[in-house]
C-alpha cells in the first residue's frame, strides 16, 4: 500500500490532530497498569507534593492520572495519516475520526485494525492494541437487492460497528445469499423492506431476517464500503484464518459496556481460544459475530463450577434479554470448560 503525505495538524486543543511527537508523561506509565499513584512531582520549583495532600487535589490527580493514547488512522480507501487522541468509547473513536477528516460520522461503517481491505477478521470490536493501526472505512455505493427466501437459513453472519451499523461479515459458501454476486461481505444493511435498520444491534436485525418466511421474497438497501481500485477487495465468504491476538502490543485498550475504556493485558492464548469458540457457537446457532459480547460470556464463566451456576450468572446479567436456550448455554459451558482444559486448538 502506497505510503501517504502526513495531514497538515490542525489547530492547537484539537484532540483529533496532534503533533506526531507526543511529549512523556510527567510519571512512569507502569503506574498506568497498575493503579498506583504518581510518583512526587514539584508543581512551583520548591517541594514535592507529600502523598497526604496528593489524595486530596482531585484537580491534579485527574490531570495525571489519565494516559493520553494516540493512535495513527487513515480511510481505508486512501488518505494522510492521522493521529487519534481522546476518546473512550468506540463512538467516540468515530467522532475523532470524523473530526480530523472533516466530514459526517455517520458515513463511517466500521474500522479495521492494521489492514486497509474489508477483512472481518481484522475488525475493531471491544479493544484496540496500544500499536494498532486504525482504517476508517466510508460508505460507498447504496444498492437495493430483492431476494427470495428459498430456504430457511439465508447463510449470512452479521455483526455491527458498536455505534448503530448493522453489516454482513460472512457469507456461507453455497447459500442463498452467496448465489447473489451483488451482495458482499462488508456491505452495511440499511433497511429491510420498508423497516430502517439503523441504530438496531446486530442480533436484532438477524431475528428480523430469520422471522422472514420461508418461500416469500424480501428487499435488502445495502451500502457497500467505499474501494480505491482493487485494494480494498477481501474474501467474499469471509472465511476464518488464525489470529496473533488483539492487537500487536501486550496491551489494549478495551471498551467496557459501562462506556469506561482501560487499559489491560493482553488475553493469553487459552483465552482467545475460547472467545473464539463462543464467538463460533454465536455465529451457528444465531448468526451474529461479537467478540465483545463473546468476551462477556467468557468471563461469566471464566470462574464457575458447574453449568447451572454459569446460567444463573447470564440470567442475572443482561444477556439474559438474548433469550439463550438451555441447550445453547450447555454448548457455551462446553467451550469454555474445554478451553480451561486445553481441549481447543487455534
Avoid at 13 to 21: F, K
Avoid at 327 to 343: H, N, P, V
Wanted: net charge negative; hydrophobic share 35%; with cysteine.
Amino acid at each position: 500500500m502506497p505510503l501517504f503525505n502526513k495531514k497538515p495538524l490542525g489547530k492547537p486543543g484539537n484532540d483529533s490532530t496532534v503533533p506526531a511527537r507526543v511529549p512523556p508523561p510527567p510519571y512512569d506509565n507502569n503506574n498506568v497498569k497498575s493503579g498506583g499513584p504518581p510518583p512526587s512531582i514539584p508543581t512551583n520549583g520548591s517541594a514535592p507534593i507529600p502523598p497526604e495532600k496528593r489524595s486530596s487535589n482531585a484537580h491534579y490527580e485527574s490531570n495525571v492520572t489519565k494516559p493520553q493514547l494516540v493512535f495513527h488512522c487513515q480511510l481505508a480507501h486512501g488518505s494522510p495519516t492521522g493521529l487519534i487522541t481522546g476518546f473512550s468509547s468506540v463512538r467516540e473513536l468515530y467522532q475523532k475520526i470524523a473530526e480530523c477528516y472533516e466530514f459526517p460520522v455517520d458515513e463511517i461503517l466500521f474500522c479495521t485494525l492494521n489492514s486497509h481491505k474489508v477483512d472481518m477478521t481484522k475488525l475493531l470490536g471491544g479493544q484496540i492494541g496500544l500499536d494498532d493501526f486504525i482504517f476508517a472505512h466510508r460508505k460507498g455505493r447504496p444498492k437495493e437487492i430483492e431476494i427470495i427466501k428459498s430456504e430457511d437459513a439465508l447463510g449470512l453472519t452479521i455483526t455491527d460497528n458498536g455505534a448503530g451499523y448493522a453489516f454482513i461479515k460472512r457469507i456461507k459458501e453455497g447459500s442463498v445469499i452467496d448465489r447473489i454476486p451483488h451482495i458482499m461481505v462488508g456491505d452495511h444493511i440499511e433497511k429491510l423492506n420498508n423497516i430502517n435498520v439503523v441504530g438496531k444491534r446486530h442480533y436484532e436485525v438477524a431475528r428480523l431476517l430469520k422471522d422472514i418466511p420461508t418461500g416469500s421474497t424480501f428487499t435488502l438497501r445495502l451500502i457497500e464500503p467505499m474501494k480505491s481500485g482493487f485494494q480494498g477487495i477481501g474474501p467474499r465468504s469471509g472465511s476464518k484464518s488464525s489470529k496473533k491476538g488483539y492487537g500487536s502490543g501486550k496491551e489494549t485498550l478495551r471498551f467496557k459496556a459501562n462506556g469506561d475504556a482501560a487499559i489491560e493485558d493482553k488475553h493469553d492464548e487459552a483465552t482467545e481460544t475460547a472467545i473464539d469458540a463462543i464467538n463460533t457457537l454465536l455465529d451457528s446457532f444465531m448468526g451474529i459475530n461479537d467478540a465483545e459480547l463473546a468476551t462477556q460470556i467468557w468471563d461469566l464463566g471464566a470462574d464457575k463450577t458447574n453449568s447451572m451456576d454459569f446460567a444463573e450468572a447470564i440470567d442475572n446479567s443482561d444477556l439474559e434479554a438474548f433469550g439463550f436456550t438451555d441447550d445453547f448455554i450447555i454448548e457455551l459451558w462446553g467451550a469454555i470448560t474445554d478451553a480451561r482444559q486445553g481441549r481447543c486448538k487455534k
